[in-house]
């Protein structure tokens, strides 16, 4: 049978009974759903189970769920409620298994370290109203933290997670980031994990600069072509006025007219490009705002 690896549980009879039918329904619906191999619907039934009847062997299903359902921070999330004895303690056998399975999938997860003053509630990810101080595991990216006060004031902020700790500080000013990596650097991703916002973006003016200086150019060019191009007219003029009989005013208006031909092909294309550029990078630079950019949150 497929949930023959699946831990059994026994509800405590402290329990009111309606909880305990409820958790007893759901912990049968998750063994199903595992069965069938529907490893989603398995872990969401057992995570319910488990808020209805906290219990150690019912978050330990939750992980394996999780794990077989390719969410391997939520099934570090349920391992470490597992391993926690806050609530029972898992039978010795299935507990070597839970360790083994944490060692094996930490490595592939990053953790959010919250800290500061007690009261900072904090919501990432499937994590939801967890109070500092707290570590929560998270899969590697790009995340989304909303936070409140114990004053009430609420904000959030994108923070990048990578393949070790990011310490998020809340502070009389607000929360600022910081990155621990473990103790492996095998276990560190190729860049270095940091807080994304908005003071990280390059200031406008830098951000466009090469376009604007490649369009200062072909303002230049142009200004040159032009001056070339007088002087061209003015050459044939007084190639014309000898009665067609200098060489050297023809052959002066031809080197005239050739460099004129030049700086205003240099002016189109670099203007071009220099437009396109600026365009380019100043809509880059527009998204990234828009990424970074920390809104207030209404909770």
């Keep these: 049978m497929a949930y023959a690896i699946l831990a059994c549980v026994a509800l405590t009879a402290s329990t009111v009974q309606g909880q305990r039918d409820a958790a007893s329904e759901l912990f049968r619906a998750g063994q199903a759903a595992f069965e069938a191999g529907d490893y989603g619907a398995s872990a969401r039934a057992f995570e319910e189970a488990y808020r209805a009847e906290p219990s150690s062997a019912t978050a330990y299903n ?3 769920a999780w794990e077989r359902a390719s969410e391997p921070a939520r099934a570090v999330d349920a391992l470490e409620r597992t391993l926690a004895g806050d609530v029972d303690v898992l039978e010795a056998a299935m507990r070597t298994d839970a360790e083994a399975l944490l060692a094996r999938l930490r490595p592939t ?3 959010l370290v919250v800290d500061g003053p007690s009261g900072v509630s904090v919501d990432v990810s499937f994590h939801r109203a967890r109070v500092a101080p707290v570590r929560l595991a998270l ?3 790009r995340h989304l933290v909303r936070w409140r006060g114990a ?7 994108f923070v990048e997670i990578g393949r070790g ?3 998020l500080d809340f502070g009389a000013m607000g929360p600022t980031a910081t990155t621990a990596s473990r103790e492996s650097p095998d276990e560190l991703p190729s860049e270095s994990s940091a807080v994304a916002s ?4 390059p200031a406008r003016s830098t951000r466009e600069l090469p376009g604007i200086a490649l369009v200062s150019t072909a303002v230049a060019f142009g200004a ?17 006025d000898e009665g067609r009989r200098d060489r050297g005013d023809y052959d002066r208006a031809v080197r005239l007219r050739s460099a004129t031909n030049v700086a205003l092909a240099a002016t189109v294309v670099v203007g ?14 527009s998204v990234e705002r828009a990424r970074n950019e920390v809104a207030t949150w209404a909770f």
């Design 109 to 111: 997860i990053g953790y």
């Design 165 to 167: 700790d990011v310490h």
């Design 224 to 240: 040159a072509g032009a001056g070339l191009g007088v002087a061209t007219l003015r050459a044939r003029d007084e190639y014309l």
């Design 62 to 64: 939750a992980a394996l």
């Design 272 to 285: 071009v490009v220099g437009v396109v550029l600026w365009i380019v990078r100043a809509r880059r630079g």
């Design 198 to 201: 908005s003071s990280t973006s």
């Design 151 to 157: 004053d009430g004031h609420a904000d959030e902020r």
């Design 139 to 141: 899969r590697p990216g």
